[in-house]
């Protein structure tokens, strides 16, 4: 049974300790309320402060530090001979250390924020220079205020979860101080690097939505203006699955006690985890950049196998350095075998989605461009076959031609995928390949709406340019 007034007494007991961290967290908050308030009320066009965004975002390494403190007694072994001495169980402990966070950091936030919101809107409502200068306009900088405060509140509950897993899962101060930082870059690069990297490797579409979310929208608008609903929810499911991870800490936190305190790694699978993502996260950087680089690997090895020795210091053996190296490389074979199945599926189906016909004509499509490049490698392009066509005049009548024409780009986008040589030209830039780099853009009004590039083989590219000279010369379109 789980006592909410020891929880209480607890995070009390605890704050004695962190009365440094509470009042600078307190000062630089106070001043971030401050400067917003006053600040994003005078700005013509209702942006925030920018002094206050960056004492708003320095104060998060308070909340970093606050994180690590509160959970001193996974990491320290005095302060875990006082916490466990405490008439409180593991829960209670858990808890009580949330709170803690909550006094040290949470709570002068959630005042400042607050403060800086409401005066911002006072402001602003009789403030003849700025953006929203009347009573009614005012009203707008509530709903621009909660979407400042929806990707903040996102932000501290990433860090607050981060942090708070990797001290339930180290034992030693060292890690944990770098293991959030890792995890932190992991999740917030990752994805981000594999999508660029597949992107610009394999796929490079752009898509612009045609059909607006107009059962979302309406509702969104009233407080977010002109933003997608689909951002506003992105960011709501990510607050509650950050919220969910804190409160599943409490899972990792109970299986600690006093013997766990001092080592590095208490749970072994999450550092082989954060390591291998780490090195995933190096490996798609690097050949973003500028493909295979020997140099590049060898740094990454040297790298691994130096934080593998950090960690395990009195436990080292020479031969281990072997085993990190052969876990080295199943990693990045790991990430080739990803890679390369991302080009054969041309970016998981990504390459292969055209507009729906019916998106076309909602969003009255003006023109269709299509651009053929014979390229050898790196020695540029030696061919070249345009055309362009305003097909506006006829999107109420017949728009069977276009479906046919788009659905051809289609097939012949999953050309790419059997080009031989083109995977390894993409990733380690080895010449010798020869093909034909296609691209096909949808506009509408001067915007893009669609645009893909893709190649294809020589044997191929006849095939397809008769296509496109199709579709030209079709009699509807004429």
């Not at 007991?13 to 440094?20: D, G, P, W």
């Amino acid at each position: 049974m789980i006592s909410f007034e020891k929880i209480k007494c607890g995070a009390s007991a605890e704050l004695i300790a962190h009365k440094k961290n509470r009042i600078v967290s307190i000062i630089l908050l106070g001043f971030a309320g401050l400067f917003y308030g006053f600040g994003t009320s005078m700005k013509r066009y209702g942006d925030p402060s920018g002094i206050a965004v960056f004492i708003y975002a320095v104060s998060l390494v308070c909340l970093f530090s606050a994180c690590i403190n509160a959970f001193k007694d996974m990491h320290d072994i005095p302060s875990a001979d006082v916490q466990m001495s405490m008439p409180l169980n593991s829960m209670e402990r858990y808890f009580s250390r949330l709170l803690t966070i909550f006094y040290i950091w949470l709570l002068p936030f959630l005042i400042s924020a607050a403060f800086g919101f409401l005066m911002s809107v006072l402001i602003s409502s009789v403030n003849p220079q700025g953006y929203y200068n009347s009573v009614q306009a005012a009203s707008k900088l509530v709903g621009f205020n909660l979407r400042i405060l929806l990707y903040y509140a996102e932000t501290v509950l990433f860090v607050i979860s981060a942090t708070v897993i990797c001290q339930c899962c180290v034992g030693s101060k060292a890690e944990s101080r770098y293991m959030p930082v890792l995890v932190m870059a992991v999740i917030n690069f990752l994805p981000m690097a594999v999508y660029y990297s597949i992107a610009d490797k394999f796929v490079s579409v752009e898509y612009s939505t045609l059909r607006l979310l107009s059962n979302i929208s309406s509702l969104y608008l009233i407080f977010y203006g002109d933003e997608s609903a689909a951002e506003f929810i992105f960011l709501g499911v990510k607050c509650l699955i950050y919220l969910a991870v804190i409160g599943c800490g409490v899972l990792i936190y109970k299986k600690r006690d006093a013997r766990s305190v001092g080592r590095p790694i208490v749970f072994t699978a999450f550092f082989e985890v954060v390591m291998g993502l780490s090195l995933l996260l190096f490996f798609t950087v690097a050949h973003s950049e500028s493909g295979f680089s020997l140099t590049a690997m060898f740094f990454a090895w040297l790298g691994s196998i130096i934080l593998r020795l950090i960690v395990s210091r009195k436990e080292f053996a020479f031969s281990k350095i072997f085993l990190w190296t052969g876990l080295y490389i199943l990693y990045y074979a790991a990430f080739l075998l990803f890679m390369f199945v991302a080009f054969k599926t041309g970016g998981f189906g990504a390459l292969y989605k055209v507009p729906d016909i019916s998106d076309m004509r909602e969003a009255k499509v003006s023109c269709v461009n299509v651009s053929v490049n014979a390229s050898d490698g790196y020695y540029g392009h030696v061919k070249k076959y345009s055309m362009e066509k305003n097909v506006s005049p006829y999107l109420s009548k017949d728009m069977t031609s276009l479906e046919e024409f788009m659905e051809a780009v289609s097939d012949a986008a999953k050309q790419q995928s059997r080009i031989k040589g083109m995977f390894g030209w993409k990733m380690f830039g080895s010449d010798g390949v020869r093909a034909y780099r296609c691209y096909v853009t949808l506009t509408s009004e001067n915007s893009r709406l669609y645009s893909v590039e893709f190649y294809i083989p020589a044997s191929d590219i006849s095939e397809f340019i008769d296509e496109c000279n199709g579709f030209k010369a079709d009699k509807s379109y004429a």
